[in-house]
């Protein structure tokens, strides 16, 4: 029963590279979504998708991009990493479109980001 | 715009003790109201949730129940173990396709 996946657990970036955070449930999910997780911050919603084909910024989008080509996948990129893009990055999935009203979060472990 | 205001951690406290996390919302509407608990090197997960005004929702020995008149939504359990030791989260999500608003968390630990 593997729920929601997130690879790598562990990733070192210089300033500049790029590099795409993987996600990956097998729950047939309608909604996914990527927070990053802060000290002091809490969670910060960065994208969302309501199903395969349709994504929707969240609190801190830029220096991001998503895509959701299949229900299970939901790939998270950074196309030119800055330091302050470290952090704890997880993936979220839900049952239904409408995101967790009613309908809790299922998260991922977690990557976590450095970006030297 | 819809907010969550959690008492500031981190809360440490000894085994057996008596827990209570504040947790004060603003929204526009009727909202769901969630806990969330992080273990160490952990995703969130659900530890409880409550949909409408007085509603209290339980779990684990956790309780909290759904204060509209106040907008509060504190976490209580009346003796914590070690294994409580954890991040927890209040948050809150309106109908429709909005997604989860979250407080900034609160660490505790509890020490034997």
């Known amino acids: 029963n593997a729920g929601v996946t997130q690879t790598p657990k562990f990733q070192v970036l210089k300033t500049g590279q790029s590099m795409t955070l993987q996600c990956a449930q097998d729950m047939n999910h309608e909604y996914m979504s990527w927070y990053r997780q802060d000290p002091g911050m809490g969670l910060r919603l960065i994208h969302y998708?309501?199903?395969?084909?349709?994504?929707d910024q969240g609190e801190v989008p830029n220096g991001y991009n998503v895509s959701r080509s299949t229900t299970e996948d939901f790939p998270l990129r950074l196309l030119s990493a800055a330091p302050s893009q470290t952090s704890v990055y997880f993936c979220?999935?839900?049952?239904?479109?409408?995101?967790?009203?009613?309908?809790?979060?299922?998260f991922g472990n977690g990557t976590r980001l450095t970006v030297t | 715009g819809n907010s969550v205001t959690q008492m500031e951690g981190p809360v440490t406290l000894s085994e057996e003790a008596f827990l209570t996390i504040n947790c004060t919302y603003t929204?526009?509407?009727?909202?769901?109201l969630f806990w969330y608990v992080q273990y160490p090197g952990e995703g969130l997960q659900l530890l409880l949730k409550a949909t409408k005004a007085d509603d209290k929702g339980s779990n684990k020995g956790f309780e909290a129940t759904y204060r509209k008149e106040t907008t509060s939504f504190h976490l209580e359990k009346g003796s914590v173990q070690v294994s409580d030791s954890a991040v927890y989260f209040c948050?809150?999500?309106?109908?429709?396709?909005?997604?989860?608003?979250f407080g900034k968390g609160t660490r505790l630990s509890v020490i034997a």
């Open positions: 979220a999935s839900s049952p239904r479109a409408r995101s967790s009203y009613n309908s809790p979060l299922h």
């Open positions: 948050a809150l999500s309106e109908s429709g396709n909005t997604p989860l608003v």
């Open positions: 998708s309501v199903g395969a084909g349709i994504t």
């Open positions: 929204a526009t509407g009727y909202p769901s």
